[in-house]
């Protein structure tokens, strides 16, 4: 079995920009987990330097490759320090285009 995993640490989470499933909104000094293993990103998350680790809401998302999983686990990083995809789901981090098609053609067009 072929498997990945990459881990950054000291990430600034603004406040509502991580849901995790067991304990909801989680924000502050963050460390974020992509493991990859069958065709499958895993992300967790933890307050820096606790032993806790939480799944993020979302996860598994379904990708293809090492290369991708590690795409992917710096477009989590990104979204989680930026704030500005908070709402995203891990599936739209990791399939722009999905997520640009699942928009209303207005939005797309930059129409009002």
Known sequence: ??????TTVGIHALPNAVRTEEIGV???????H???SEDLAHVAVQHTGSSDWYTMAGSPVPCPSEEASRSFH???VEAVRGGERADASLEELFNPQAAASAEPQSQRRGDS
């Open 1 to 6: 079995m072929t498997w990945a995993s990459w």
């Open 26 to 32: 989680i924000n502050g000094d963050l460390t974020i």
């Open 34 to 36: 992509t493991t990859w």
């Open 74 to 76: 710096q477009a989590v």
